[in-house]
């Protein structure tokens, strides 16, 4: 039998409650990690990595891979200054190179890597978990952040849900629900205020859906080359929610979109991060199908669930609950794995990790970033373990 996924957990440095330590008793070998603390399109040292991977390694884990190393807005909007920040990623591949750590996850999503409209939903068992629900977004959007044009984009009954919902808050929660959609930095607990909110829409203005994918490809085309070179395997993170907000596009939605990716530099080092969560928002994706078509691609897996709702509304479900099959998807995976090892690949351990746990039971007294809770995580990864152990045992 072929190699099992290798199993992974995020952290996000040494200053996470869910520590190392607790990380080696989930049954997990890699964690995935990045740099927080070097801003965004600075380089990142060889000597800040090597700092950081001896951290990891002295736990008995591995930096397995980096999630993320992340572009600068100028790369995004197509600035004149996005030659120099590309040149500056180039770099920091390198040093990522020179320090054997060659899996990097990256994202293409303007302003906010994420977006959840509650980070405190309780389940009926008690449980906490994320949610999307999108009057509460239409509230925001239309009548606190006030964002010009936001009324053409809404339909009369949207409109009317998003008031109705508005009015049933109170400051205090007007005031949480800013604060949770403004969360979706990276690896930060930072929140945007809505007039840093507003100035990076403002650089958004003319870039429409069209005008993203070219600077993507842009942006592709000129660190393919040299991550081939160091045997670095890229690989793209699926926009989350899947759909344009705030008037941003988002290009990284659908199967088309990853089409896109895939074909706008073609590589094995050009590769996409399958993330279930993200991409099962939308009932359109055929996630068992997508591993199918464009499974050779995958260099890391994101295996989460969510519960649409109506309206386009999500929750973060069980893993192996919620609106996607994924018992199909892991099935799909483990064939692709089968392939990989009939062709002779090197890469048939595919990284995993739990992503987006409920918290649960003690997880409760740890300021965790949102959805990173310990046990939830570990309740996830268990089932995640169990399901791949028994698709491939009755192969």
Request: proline share 5%; glycine share 8%; with cysteine.
């Amino acid at each position: 039998m072929f190699s099992n996924l290798e199993q992974t957990f995020r952290w996000y440095g040494p200053a996470d409650p869910v520590t190392l330590a607790t990380i080696t008793q989930t049954g997990a070998t890699g964690v995935v990690n990045a740099l927080h603390h070097i801003p965004t399109g600075e380089v990142w040292s060889l000597d800040e990595i090597e700092t950081r991977k001896n951290i990891i390694q002295a736990s008995g884990l591995t930096w397995s891979v980096v999630e993320s190393v992340n572009i600068h807005e100028s790369i995004r909007t197509g600035a004149k200054e996005r030659d120099a920040y590309i040149k500056k990623y180039i770099e920091t591949l390198t040093n990522l190179y020179k320090a054997n750590i060659k899996t990097v996850c990256y994202n293409f999503m303007p302003v906010l890597d994420w977006t959840r409209t509650d980070i405190d939903y309780r389940l009926p068992n008690g449980a906490s978990a994320l949610r999307f629900f999108a009057p509460a977004l239409a509230a925001f959007d239309l009548y606190i952040l006030e964002r010009p044009g936001a009324f053409d984009e809404f339909n009369f009954d949207q409109q009317n849900e998003a008031k109705l919902y508005l009015d049933s808050l109170d400051g205090d929660a007007k005031k949480t629900l800013t604060k949770n959609v403004m969360a979706g930095l990276p690896g930060t607990h930072d929140v945007l205020t809505i007039d840093q909110f507003r100035e990076h829409l403002e650089r958004y203005k003319d870039i429409d859906a069209a005008a993203l994918k070219q600077n993507l490809a842009y942006f592709l085309r000129a660190i393919i080359p040299e991550a081939e070179k160091l045997g670095i395997k890229m690989c793209i993170h699926p926009d989350d929610p899947p759909f344009p907000i705030f008037g941003l596009p988002r290009i990284i939605s659908t199967e088309q979109d990853l089409e896109f990716v895939v074909n706008a530099a073609p590589s094995t080092s050009n590769g996409l991060t399958f993330c279930t969560g993200s991409l099962g928002a939308r009932e359109d994706n055929d996630l068992p199908g997508i591993v199918n078509r464009l499974g050779q691609h995958f260099h890391f897996l994101h295996l989460r669930n969510v519960q649409r709702e109506a309206g386009g509304s999500f929750h973060e479900a069980n893993h192996l609950g919620g609106s996607s099959d994924m018992y199909a998807v892991m099935k799909n995976i483990i064939l692709e794995q089968k392939r990989r090892a009939d062709t002779g690949r090197d890469d048939v351990a595919i990284p995993m990790r739990p992503d987006h746990g409920h918290k649960l039971l003690d997880d409760f007294r740890y300021n965790t970033f949102p959805g990173y809770s310990a046990i939830g995580r570990l309740k996830g990864l268990a089932e995640l373990r169990g399901l791949e152990m028994g698709i491939k045992r009755s192969l």
